[in-house]
């Protein structure tokens, strides 16, 4: 006598679109059929002009999740009302790719006036990103609306720094309802990119007054870093990758080098010395498909952080500015 109430169950799990939270799979299917492939392109023809643009990408719609959550606040131009998170320390001078978001949105705005918010290109464009560059495919949920503000403290005090603790990092990232598994598989977001000199010069010359180089760095990966940053002003903005041996390949090569001694970055060499994070970063470097995997599903709950739903929000007519 039950069967009916089972099969009108099973009928709604099958035929209702796919759905994470308040966001939809199929969301802009009808009212902008087109918008993967505009995206798409754009980053494409983006990166075939820049090959940093894929791990820029990365880092901007990291900057934004992580600071004030997932609500493009991290493109607007500053007002009279709020100062801009391109201000931030952790952004200024460094933050990368807000022209080209702005260029898909108006590619967008042609086809689908008012309908797709600047957040939603920004998710799409990052998966994108990735898979242009070698990296999973990954299905984005979508539905996020443009947030009215900004938060520059939140950017300064919640976005990780490459001179904080492991500790200190984890606690961010905790905050955010991210755990210590998304924060090692995010952290291999760094195996495309750059980082200027400044960010981990400490590591090479007189590291805590011991006159030599950061003994958890390999010696001869320390002598290679040495030459390639020579001046030890602190403000040294010479750009150097993050992942010398594929530097444009999303790869796991990124978790190779930290078994090796090799990070770059302190923050990130710290991963393999911590009881906490060693065994996943051995088994990232092992095996490629669960670093992918992780990834990824790191990426899906990345993107889902403070997001703005239904009628709160809006889609913005042009990403820098609230309508």
Same mark, same amino acid.
């Given at each position: 006598?039950?069967?009916?109430?089972?099969?009108?169950?099973?009928?709604?799990?099958? %035929?209702?679109?796919?759905?994470?939270?308040?966001?939809?799979?199929?969301?802009?299917?009808?009212?902008?059929?087109?918008?993967?492939?505009?995206?798409?392109?754009?980053?494409?023809?983006?990166?075939?002009?820049?090959?940093? #643009?894929?791990?820029?990408?990365?880092?901007?719609?990291?900057?934004?999740?992580?600071?004030?959550?997932?609500?493009?606040?991290?493109?607007?131009?500053?007002?009279?009302?709020?100062?801009?998170?391109?201000?931030?320390?952790?952004?200024?001078?460094?933050?990368?790719?807000?022209?080209?978001?702005?260029?898909?949105?108006?590619?967008?705005?042609?086809?689908?006036?008012?309908?797709?918010?600047? /957040?939603?290109?920004?998710?799409?464009?990052?998966?994108?990103? /990735?898979?242009?560059?070698?990296?999973?495919?990954?299905?984005?949920?979508?539905?996020?609306?443009?947030?009215?503000?900004?938060?520059?403290?939140?950017?300064?005090? #919640?976005?990780?720094?490459?001179?904080?603790?492991?500790?200190?990092?984890?606690?961010?990232?905790?905050?955010?309802?991210?755990?210590?598994?998304?924060? /090692?598989?995010?952290?291999?977001?760094?195996?495309?990119?750059?980082?200027?000199?400044?960010?981990?010069?400490?590591?090479?010359?007189?590291?805590?007054?011991?006159?030599?180089?950061?003994?958890?760095?390999?010696?001869?990966?320390?002598?290679?870093? $040495?030459? $390639?940053?020579?001046?030890?002003?602190?403000?040294?903005?010479?750009?150097?990758?993050?992942?010398?041996?594929?530097?444009?390949?999303?790869?796991?090569?990124?978790?190779?080098?930290?078994?090796?001694?090799?990070?770059?970055?302190?923050?990130?060499?710290?991963?393999?010395?911590?009881?906490?994070?060693?065994?996943?970063?051995?088994?990232?470097?092992?095996?490629?498909?669960?670093?992918?995997?992780? %990834?990824?599903?790191?990426?899906?709950?990345?993107?889902?952080?403070?997001?703005?739903?239904?009628?709160?929000? $809006?889609?913005?007519?042009?990403?820098?500015?609230?309508?």
């Amino acid at each position: 006598m039950h069967f009916p109430t089972i099969s009108l169950v099973f009928c709604l799990f099958v %035929f209702q679109p796919f759905v994470y939270g308040q966001l939809d799979y199929k969301f802009y299917d009808t009212t902008c059929p087109n918008l993967t492939k505009i995206v798409r392109f754009g980053v494409w023809s983006a990166m075939a002009n820049d090959t940093r #643009m894929a791990a820029s990408l990365l880092r901007l719609h990291f900057h934004d999740c992580i600071s004030n959550g997932c609500d493009a606040s991290v493109l607007l131009d500053e007002t009279s009302s709020f100062r801009s998170e391109k201000d931030a320390l952790p952004n200024l001078n460094s933050a990368r790719g807000f022209e080209l978001i702005e260029s898909i949105k108006a590619n967008v705005e042609k086809v689908c006036p008012k309908t797709v918010s600047c /957040v939603d290109i920004l998710t799409l464009a990052v998966r994108d990103a /990735v898979l242009l560059t070698g990296g999973r495919y990954w299905n984005v949920a979508l539905g996020r609306r443009d947030g009215l503000t900004a938060n520059i403290t939140a950017a300064n005090t #919640m976005t990780p720094s490459p001179f904080e603790s492991l500790d200190d990092i984890i606690a961010k990232f905790t905050a955010k309802g991210l755990d210590i598994k998304d924060v /090692v598989a995010l952290s291999g977001a760094h195996t495309i990119g750059f980082v200027q000199c400044f960010a981990f010069k400490f590591r090479l010359f007189n590291f805590s007054g011991t006159g030599s180089f950061d003994p958890s760095l390999d010696a001869s990966f320390a002598s290679s870093l $040495q030459t $390639q940053c020579p001046n030890q002003d602190a403000s040294d903005t010479t750009l150097v990758p993050l992942d010398a041996v594929t530097t444009t390949k999303f790869d796991n090569m990124f978790f190779r080098n930290l078994v090796n001694n090799s990070g770059v970055l302190g923050s990130d060499q710290a991963l393999m010395s911590d009881n906490r994070t060693s065994a996943m970063v051995i088994n990232y470097s092992k095996y490629p498909f669960w670093f992918a995997k992780d %990834f990824s599903d790191s990426m899906v709950k990345l993107s889902n952080v403070g997001v703005i739903t239904g009628q709160n929000g $809006q889609v913005r007519d042009k990403c820098n500015l609230v309508n």
